[in-house]
């Protein structure tokens, strides 16, 4: 069975700064998809980005982006230029590439924008 | 957005009494899934449906039930809810098939039900 792990219950940055949240997964499988949610506190979840196992160039969206590190299972989300707007819980999760596409989560990390 | 609501949107019963949530989307995706989110653990999955009247176990399925009778609704049953029941659900739908268009990868989530069991 896959486990999705976040190391960081909490993270605290600056408005302006840059953050990263860790995130490690274990998994058998060679194609997979894994994917980043934001949770803001109306608890509507939002897909940030995702990434496709097979594809090596690291994806990106406007101001978050991630380093893929598939031999050591590694799915890391780098926000630059932090917002106010981007405080909320973020989860890492996986889906394989085949079969009924359910979502494994990791714990979630509780990031704070301070102004 | 995508068209998914849940009802209710928020629940306080009893241990003991049955409940029922209810998904329904109108987006004609043919998977849907319930997940409960509980502090330190993440959303987990409850069950998913990849049909109408096709449903598979998840991760913490005991005490759960599901039904699918029409593409557009999931219902969730505490058939006697219990205090570690308290939680949030959410329910998702994808549709993995996109004909030309490749693969869909995504799920679309709805806003949630905080369900309280005393």
């Known amino acids: 069975a896959q486990t999705v792990t976040q190391s960081q219950p909490e993270m605290s940055v600056q408005e302006a700064e840059t953050v990263t949240l860790s995130c490690t997964y274990d998994t058998s499988e060679n194609n997979y998809y894994l994917f980043w949610y934001k949770q803001p506190p109306s608890r509507q979840m939002i897909l940030v980005i995702r990434?496709?196992?097979?594809?090596?160039q690291n994806a990106t969206e406007n101001r978050f982006s991630v380093n893929f590190q598939k031999a050591a299972k590694s799915f890391s989300l780098k926000i630059s230029d932090s917002q106010l707007g981007d405080t909320a819980m973020y989860f890492c999760a996986f889906m394989g590439w085949q079969g009924a596409q359910k979502l494994v989560f990791g714990q979630g990390t509780r990031l704070t924008i301070n102004p | 957005d995508a068209g998914i609501t849940q009802s209710p949107r928020h629940k306080v019963t009893e241990t003991g009494t049955p409940v029922t949530l209810r998904c329904h989307q109108t987006e004609n995706h043919r998977y849907m899934y319930w997940y409960r989110q509980d502090p330190g653990h993440g959303l987990r999955l409850i069950h998913y449906?990849?049909?109408?009247?096709?449903?598979d176990k998840g991760e913490v399925s005991d005490g759960y039930s599901v039904s699918r009778s029409k593409t557009e609704d999931f219902l969730l049953t505490l058939e006697s809810a219990t205090s570690s029941q308290t939680s949030v659900y959410f329910c998702?739908?994808?549709?993995?098939?996109?004909?030309?268009?490749?693969?869909?990868?995504?799920?679309?989530f709805g806003p949630g039900t905080r369900l309280t069991v005393l």
């Open positions: 998702a739908i994808s549709e993995p098939y996109l004909g030309t268009s490749g693969r869909g990868d995504e799920q679309f």
């Open positions: 990434q496709e196992a097979y594809k090596q």
């Open positions: 449906s990849y049909g109408v009247k096709d449903t």
